[in-house]
């Protein structure tokens, strides 16, 4: 038996997070959500209207940012919080999904949560989402996990989940921001999302939450018993 990273990457809306959180929990890892750190790093931008276009601008935010997950004993998940406020609901703003991709495209903001992510990837018995982490962050990682499913489904689970928060928000607003975002994640000069070369694909398109977990759970449990 050994300890391992794993990885998992793909487009937005895929479940991601909740197969990664999950996955933690089975197998008594830490659950990282890189994604809530990019939105973190992305609300803190709006609130002080740092103009992405200027580097010294995007330095000197940057230099402000305190990033921790605390777990949350009410959920049962680790929130994101942004120099010591609990941001999680706030990230995940319809404004906030509008900017996440223009702002983690940027290089010094990539750089910034790569080498957080590596650290807390140092001790191993991790489970990371996100667009990068197989191909940049953890590039040699045990286990990479390239998630996938039709952009349909990806739309309706989207909207479901922003119209719980949001009941004026539209199914054409949230297909066009998934639109957007894919573009951006996938056409962006600096760790664009890609599948890596040794990863393996799940398409979830047709499959239950269990139904995925318990495919991965298997593939998690191989690579551990090597």
């Given at each position: 038996m050994r300890d391992i990273i794993i990885t998992?990457?793909?487009?937005?809306?895929?479940?991601?997070?909740?197969?990664a959180r999950q996955l933690a929990s089975e197998l008594n890892y830490v659950f990282i959500d890189s994604g809530a750190m990019y939105r973190a790093i992305t609300l803190y931008f709006l609130r002080l209207r740092v103009n992405i276009a200027h580097e010294k601008a995007i330095h000197k935010a940057l230099g402000g940012i305190s990033l921790a997950f605390q777990y949350n004993e009410l959920t049962g998940n680790c929130d994101m919080y942004l120099n010591d406020e609990n941001v999680e609901a706030?990230?995940?703003d319809m404004l906030v999904s509008e900017h996440v991709s223009e702002v983690s495209a940027l290089k010094e903001v990539r750089e910034f949560a790569v080498a957080q992510q590596q650290e807390m990837g140092k001790q191993k018995k991790i489970v990371m989402d996100g667009r990068d982490i197989g191909t940049t962050v953890f590039p040699d990682a045990e286990l990479k996990v390239f998630v996938t499913a039709d952009p349909a489904v990806r739309v309706e689970r989207r909207f479901k989940e922003m119209y719980a928060k949001n009941p004026g928000i539209t199914i054409e607003d949230v297909k066009a921001n998934l639109e957007m975002r894919d573009y951006t994640d996938s056409n962006r000069e600096y760790s664009p999302l890609r599948k890596a070369e040794d990863a393996l694909e799940l398409d979830n398109s047709n499959l239950t939450r269990e139904e995925q977990l318990a495919i991965v759970l298997q593939w998690a449990k191989e690579k551990i018993a090597q």
């Open positions: 998992l990457d793909g487009y937005s809306s895929c479940g991601k997070s909740t197969l706030l990230i995940r």
